[in-house]
């Protein structure tokens, strides 16, 4: 499967101006979702930033097929995703994936931890990047089935980023402790993962209704919520 | 010894190219193909090996400097063989007679030598702006720039009373050294040495970027986190203007570059060599869009919006990182502020260049049958991936910025070999659109800041040649209290 196929099938006019630009936006939508998923699944220890950096390459592969506006939208909305994250690396002090895994693994996922101020501005930071999810979907949601298919891979990676920020604790291993705390453990982020992008799935339909100007004020919105709640987090380090 | 020949190798080939001009056509493009060839191969070879080399007389191939110089006029060289259809081996010798006099000038250890040098490298640039029309924002742009280098590398080695190159630069002295980056690498768009794109002269634009990065950006980090944080500012508002203007306006393009460079650079010393590559390979990628326009365009669209998997994302994300860090553990709110204001603008900075990056993968314009130039693009975007891939702590990130060296590395390169299947599939199964369907916009190029209309071209060139004697009055008067004062350190008398 390749995310250009479903193009390919006639589902939707074509988007590519050349066979050169549909290869590097298959390319680096490829590349970006292996970066992506190799720092979130823990495969490669690094920071969030490394993280972002593949779902930069694969929002760059999606602006390919995109016309002006659609690409200023999709990168709206992976700046918001990309400051969410920040503004949670701000709360623990770290931008290590490692780092904070572990720290919600003792304290508790980072959406519920207090004091009450901060809990809700994290709170409010993970609401604007789920809809700033939602945006980033809507931009192009694909063509045809194979094309969907490959979408969906991408925003699963998008969500497990802000499952990994937000809420997500280390996966325990076998070694350490048993194997049912184990599958425990890696079902409740597969649940967490389904529902953020349940809920970015949904949040996209109702704004494919939209126009383009509704686009831009939700953006703006989910811009100001992220720079409060950021400013209130940064102000209590 | 085999330092001094990658030194002085480009001003023998500019003395190869300088008589060829009286030669047949085919035979010009042959030999500035060639020649170009070996620039590029000896500036790589400079900035992979020479590091950490012995002293030659007064130069010393220092890291990060001789990193930043040698990608600078492989770039030069570069442009210079894409635009082989002009076959002007004038061109190709100012750009060798630069290239040797800016290697001498950036990697001195001596103000007055380096200074020299420099001086002798903006002869030859301002040359190379006189093949054709004379650009005399251009001219202007480069002397006024020299004098306020000259005049801040002045202060210091009086204000210290010596004539070593400084480690760092404060105050006024800074000042001027700023002002003579900005003016001189292209982070003013529209005006001043962005006047030479689409021109012969346009080899000019990469040296123009590279001098100043090497030579400046070490003594100014440390300045103020708020100039990196200003920097950065500045290099988002380029972006956004360039995304937000119709047609795409190549200057604004290439000042975001210049501008991020700085900024990063400001920002983390760290940042200095993959910040300046990814730098340098984004202003020639704009240099050469007027001989390749309609070709590579997504490739050259990663290549100008520092996109992850290539040098440019890993001095964003190490700064990031970096930032961050210093927000975390700031001891106020003073001190942190600017800081934030760092790590809140990099990911701004980061998706407008993939904004940027898209913009110019699209762009739908008349396509240039010249191959080569096409083909220099592809070498670019090539080379900045294979940079790209070098581990963060190599740059002298601390490993845990981008994930450590090894792991790091091989998932960096297994996701470039996937992507590459993956773009090898998409490539045989994608449909195009009909060529005619599709709109042709042309870019925006360079434009005249001050034509015959515009302004008395002799009165300019009297105020660029008074202005440029100015600096060689500072250069030569600093030279004298030297002398008289006895700037050498006691190890050299």
Known sequence: ?237 | MSTFILYAVHAALALVLAPATFAPVHWRRGLVVSCAALGVASGAALALGAAGEATWRSVTPSSPRVIIIGATVACGWLVVGARRREADPVVGALVGVASSALVAATLNDWVVVALLFWLASSLALIGLLARGELRVGALLAIVVSDLALAGGLALHSLGERTWTMPESLTGLAAALALMAFVIRSGAVPRVGVWEVLGTPAAPALPLLLGGPLALLVVPLPGASPWLAAAALALAVVCCVGALAITPLTLTLAGAWPAWLALGLALASPEALPAASVAALFGVTAVALWPASHGLARPERGMILGWLPLTAGFVAIAGVAVRAFDNVAGAGGAAEAAPWSAIAALLPVAAAAGVALGARAGRQTEPTSSDVVAAGSVWILFAVGLVVGLIPASSFGFSSRDLGSAAPALALHASALVLGLGAAAVAWRRATPLDPASLPSVPVRTGSLGYSEEGADTVVMVAIAALIGLGALTTVVYLAFEGLSFGFLPARNL
């Open chain 1, 1 to 237: 499967m390749s995310p250009t196929s479903g193009a390919v099938r006639g589902a939707a006019p074509s988007p590519w101006p050349d066979r050169s630009t549909a290869a590097l936006s298959a390319g680096t939508r490829s590349a970006g979702l292996i970066v992506a998923l190799g720092y979130l699944t823990g495969l490669v220890g690094g920071s969030l930033v490394a993280a972002v950096g593949g779902l930069a390459l694969v929002t760059f592969g999606r602006c390919l097929a995109m016309n002006r506006g659609e690409q200023a939208q999709a990168c709206a909305s992976l700046a918001v995703i990309a400051g969410a994250l920040g503004v949670t690396g701000l709360r623990w002090g770290t931008l290590e994936l490692a780092e904070i895994r572990s720290v919600q693994a003792v304290l508790g996922p980072t959406l519920l931890v207090g004091p009450e101020l901060e809990a809700g501005a994290t709170i409010v930071t993970a609401l604007a990047a789920a809809l700033a999810l939602a945006l980033w979907l809507a931009s192009d949601p694909g063509h045809g089935v194979a094309g969907r298919a490959w979408t969906g891979a991408e925003t699963a990676a998008a969500a497990l980023a802000l499952v990994t920020a937000f809420w997500g604790p280390k996966i325990l291993t076998p070694g350490s402790a048993g194997g049912a705390e184990t599958a425990v453990g890696a079902l409740g982020w597969v649940v967490a993962t389904g529902l953020v992008m349940m809920v970015a799935l949904g949040g996209s339909l109702g704004i494919g209704s939209l126009g383009p100007r509704s686009r831009a004020a939700l953006t703006v919105g989910c811009v100001g919520a992220l720079l409060g709640a950021g400013l209130l987090v940064g102000a209590t380090v």
